[in-house]
Antibody, heavy 115, light 110 residues
Framework: QLVESGGGLVQPGGSLRLSCAAS????????MNWVRQAPGKGLEWVSY????????YYADSVRGRFTISRDNPRNSLYLQMNSLRADDTAVYYC??????????WGQGTLVTVSS | QSALTQPRSVSGSPGQSVTISCTGT?????????VSWYQQHPGKVPKVMIY???KRPSGVPDRFSGSKSGNTASLTISGLQAEDEADYYC??????????FGGGTKLTVL
């Protein structure tokens, strides 16, 4: 099970840290991703992290502003989001990886960037 | 990292078949057999319907099938049912631990 938290309303230029709590599987063995979906729009891959925490990869739209990390003893995944913009407004999902598939998804947490 | 191309909408009557296409490039769809399809009902989490081009997770009806030719993948739903009405997204591994999604297709069951 994956449960996201940390979403909310933030002003443009602000920061927010999302968390994803994992349970029911050996978290450290799984690569993880963040995927987002703007209101009424499609899905967009955001970031990847390996089971051990390195390497990490980012979509061009967030590189340099977002940082993905994980705490395996705490079974937690994080997304630190800085310099937020209106077009970062979306539901953010954490998702595990199996082969080339984003297989298990959390229920998502809504981030709204607005003044 | 350009999005994969899907038709914005498709429709069909109950019992009929529909096919949704997903066109990418040799760097994503054409380069890997890691194409998946997600079904998303309004307000719900995306659900895997097809993975690795043509494999169905347990619990997904065999009315759903996937295929790929070159840079284009397809999802076919046969014997349409009312509950199939949803948004469908294709997704492909795009190399170097990145993924790319299609823009989504709204399926209407008439």
């Amino acid at each position: 099970q994956l449960v996201e938290s940390g979403g909310g309303l933030v002003q443009p230029g602000g920061s927010l840290r999302l968390s994803c709590a994992a349970s029911g599987f050996t978290f450290s063995s799984y690569e993880m991703n963040w995927v987002r979906q703007a209101p009424g729009k499609g899905l967009e891959w955001v970031s990847y992290i390996s089971g051990g925490g390195r390497p990490t990869y980012y979509a061009d739209s967030v590189r340099g502003r977002f940082t993905i990390s994980r705490d395996n003893p705490r079974n937690s995944l994080y997304l630190q989001m800085n310099s937020l913009r209106a077009d970062d407004t979306a539901v953010y999902y954490c998702a595990s990886v199996a082969g080339g598939l984003l297989n298990y998804w959390g229920q998502g947490t809504l981030v709204t960037v607005s003044s | 990292q350009s999005a994969l191309t899907q038709p914005r909408s498709v429709s069909g009557s109950p019992g009929q078949s529909v096919t949704i296409s997903c066109t990418g490039t040799s760097s994503d769809v054409g380069g890997y057999n890691f194409v998946s399809w997600y079904q998303q009902h309004p307000g719900k989490v995306p659900k895997v319907m097809i993975y690795d081009v043509n494999k169905r997770p347990s619990g997904v009806p065999d009315r759903f099938s996937g295929s790929k030719s070159g840079n284009t993948a397809s999802l076919t739903i046969s014997g349409l049912q009312a509950e199939d009405e949803a948004d469908y997204y294709c997704c492909s591994y795009a190399g170097t631990y990145s993924w790319v999604f299609g823009g989504g297709t709204k399926l209407t069951v008439l």
